[in-house]
């Protein structure tokens, strides 16, 4: 499946189809908008909990940099972790004829006890259409050396997005200082047409004494129909520390089974699809605090594939609570 959306960071979403299946709606149905209101209340009830939390301290009280937001813990949520909103949007070029992307998101992380959640939703004009999606994950640790995630999204609109997808990860801490973990996992992703894609990952990463952290994985996904098998596999590195920065670069190469590049016309009344096709992608996130509690996240991307070359970027501003 192809990874249309600016986060990378966390599994592919992209809707695909074959000349001849199932056509473009004129709109979202209601499946489709009652799965995006449910991420979009969860998500700002989660904003709205901390916000008036917030509200509830004292204006004399002082806060460490990096502790959890005063006044949560009142709250019986359980959710008295550190966390963080960022807002941001991006754009891109690409070759071939093809309009311009452009993308805004809003993200929401809260975490107390062994959870971590996290909320996110996107407005992606794209191939000259436009859509939203939102995603929910949740991280938990099961014990020292275990910890789980899940997460599970759908969109409205976009012809090119999921209508609904679902990811589960298993991790395994390993060595003496647990300084490795290997990642074990399985996606299902539905697209707006007849497709859908089942996923298989695995990878690792190494957290050396020294602030520098070095990943890589593999992931095969079977799409059907068609029967078509692809592979990917990347490498990626990070350097940094919490409170001053983080620098990452990432490289991901393989093969992708297909991907919808235009929706169907008076003219062509099919989509236009690309099958079974070689393709590579650099990315580098710059993610700088400000201030003690505060920060900017920068990204580019070059993307290539026989269809077109992309090359973008994204910006956002967050503020840690």
């Known amino acids: 499946m192809k990874k249309t959306t600016h986060r990378a960071s966390r599994g592919g979403m992209a809707g695909h189809g074959r000349p001849g299946e199932a ?14 209101c449910k991420t979009l209340i969860a998500l700002f009830a989660c904003l709205f909990t901390c916000a008036v939390a917030s509200a509830q301290a004292s204006s004399n009280t002082t806060v460490a940099p990096g502790s959890s937001l005063p006044g949560l813990g009142g709250i019986p949520l359980g959710l008295d972790g550190p966390g963080y909103i960022e807002v941001g949007g991006g754009h891109s070029a690409l070759t071939g004829n093809y309009p ?4 805004f998101y809003l993200r929401a992380v809260v975490s107390g006890g062994r959870n971590t959640f996290t909320g996110e939703v996107t407005r992606e004009d794209r191939f000259g259409d436009s859509g939203w ?8 640790s099961l014990s020292e050396d275990w910890f789980a995630e899940v997460s599970a999204g759908g969109s ?13 990860l298993i991790n395994r801490k390993l060595l003496p200082r647990r300084q490795l973990v290997a990642t074990a996992g399985v996606g299902f992703d539905q697209s707006k047409t007849a497709d859908n894609d089942v996923r298989a990952q695995v990878g690792a990463a190494y957290y050396f004494k020294y602030p520098i952290v070095l990943q890589g994985g593999l992931s095969w996904t079977h799409a059907s129909p068609g029967d078509i098998l692809a592979r990917t596999q990347y490498l990626a590195g ?10 990452s670069l990432r490289y991901e190469w393989g093969r992708e089974g297909y991907e919808i590049i235009g929706a169907p016309t008076p003219l062509a009344p099919v989509f236009n699809v690309a099958e079974n096709f070689p393709e590579h992608t650099v990315a580098g996130t710059w993610r700088q605090w400000i201030g003690p509690n505060w920060g900017v996240n920068f990204n580019l991307e070059q993307h290539q594939e026989p269809a077109y070359h992309r ?4 910006f956002g501003v967050f503020l840690d609570f």
């Open 133 to 140: 999606f939102g995603n929910l994950d949740m991280v938990r």
């Open 100 to 103: 311009d992307w452009n993308d």
């Open 311 to 314: 090359i973008g970027g994204t």
């Open 238 to 247: 990070t350097w940094g520390h919490e409170k001053e920065r983080f620098v």
């Open 23 to 36: 056509q473009l709606g004129s709109g979202p149905g209601p499946r489709q908008l009652w799965i995006l």
């Open 156 to 168: 409205a609109g976009g012809f090119f997005l999921n209508r609904f997808q679902t990811n589960a």
